[in-house]
């Protein structure tokens, strides 16, 4: 079956814009989970989403918000983008949180310049 | 709050050679314990887990126990291979795996020779 699918793959972006990413499940995932990936910090969590509602989120500021749809697929948006916001951001999802087992798209690589 | 903590690599090994990658979790409520390995260019798959103690996940090869009383879950493999270069990732699920996400170490870049 077709895996986690984001877009887009990368994108390059200038201080102070905004950006948009979009993650689709694998077909009957309903959690959907986003981290952010950098050489420094590496892994974070940033929010995850199950049913439509934000159920968990990460130690991010406000700039970071997301969203999910009736159709699982959900989307994350920065906003007034700063330099270090350049990251390879993941998209995680699954049937349930609770048992850790996270299929996760290959990321949308952002740059911000 | 919560932290996994993982050996920093690169670790370069030959081929054939026993791999031990050391992961180590903070002991709070009874999380469970994954690896995960991320191919260069992929996102990452989930290579093996355990959910209590003493419990060993394996796959591929690769194994880990879960580790109470030294609050470890060290992966290993007895022989690698050049396709097992990857970073390796070590996670908890900590309040089932609600409140915080995964709680990932840092990762460890593995490169095999030939």
């Known amino acids: 079956k077709a895996g986690v699918t984001q877009t887009p793959r990368y994108l390059i972006k200038t201080r102070g814009q905004q950006v948009t990413l979009s993650c689709s499940p694998i077909?009957?995932?309903?959690?959907v989970s986003w981290y952010q990936q950098t050489p420094g910090q590496g892994l974070q969590f940033l929010f995850e989403?199950?049913?439509?509602?934000?159920?968990n989120k990460g130690n991010f500021p406000g700039r970071f918000s997301g969203r999910q749809f009736s159709n699982s697929r959900s989307e994350m948006n920065v906003s007034t983008l700063e330099l270090g916001d350049s990251a390879l951001y993941l998209c995680?999802?699954?049937?349930?949180?609770?048992?850790?087992?996270?299929?996760f798209g290959e990321g949308s690589r952002l740059t911000v310049l | 709050g919560n932290s996994v903590t993982q050996m920093e690599g690169p670790v370069t090994l030959s081929e054939e050679a026993f791999l031990t990658i050391n992961c180590t979790y903070t002991a709070t409520g009874y999380p469970s314990l994954f690896w995960y390995v991320q191919y260069p260019g992929e996102g990452l798959q989930l290579l093996l887990k355990a959910t209590k103690a003493d419990d060993k996940g394996s796959n591929k090869g690769f194994e880990a126990t879960y580790r109470k009383e030294t609050t470890s879950f060290h992966l290993e493999k007895g022989s690698v291979q050049v396709s097992d270069s990857a970073v390796y990732f070590c996670?908890?699920?900590?309040?089932?795996?609600?409140?915080?996400?995964?709680?990932f170490g840092k990762g460890t870049h593995l490169i095999i020779q030939p």
């Open positions: 996670a908890g699920s900590y309040s089932g795996g609600g409140a915080d996400g995964l709680t």
């Open positions: 989403y199950f049913s439509e509602t934000q159920r």
């Open positions: 077909s009957g995932h309903r959690s």
């Open positions: 995680a999802t699954g049937l349930a949180t609770s048992t850790g087992e996270l299929f």
